[in-house]
């Protein structure tokens, strides 16, 4: 293992589907609009939101409400993994692949 690679760890809160999708989009594109993220992955409002609020629980989502930028009265949610978040997301990955490897 080189040593920028991440340590393997299984992690059991980001291994379910949906929360394993979120963490890679984000891990992978960064900020997303969580109307977004609902949208990629085919997902009700009520569905992200349960799974968002259990990775920011576990302080691997930071979620930050701001007004649109067109000036509407509603405001919009923007979804980041925090850097523990992408630790442990990197972690897991690892953790995946190894097992994939036989190891």
Not at 39 to 54: N, P, R
Not at 70 to 78: D, L, M
């Amino acid at each position: 293992m080189a040593s920028d690679d991440p340590e393997p760890i299984f992690n059991e809160v980001i291994h379910a589907p949906v929360r394993l999708r979120i963490c890679g989009l984000l891990d992978t594109y960064g900020t997303l609009r969580f109307d977004v993220l609902r949208d990629t992955l085919g997902i009700s409002d009520a569905t992200c939101s349960k799974h968002l609020k259990t990775l920011a629980d576990h302080g691997y989502v930071q979620l930050d409400k701001k007004a649109d930028e067109g000036g509407k009265a509603y405001k919009v949610t923007w979804v980041r993994l925090t850097s523990e978040g992408g630790s442990a997301f990197r972690s897991h990955v690892a953790a995946l692949r190894q097992i994939v490897a036989g190891q």
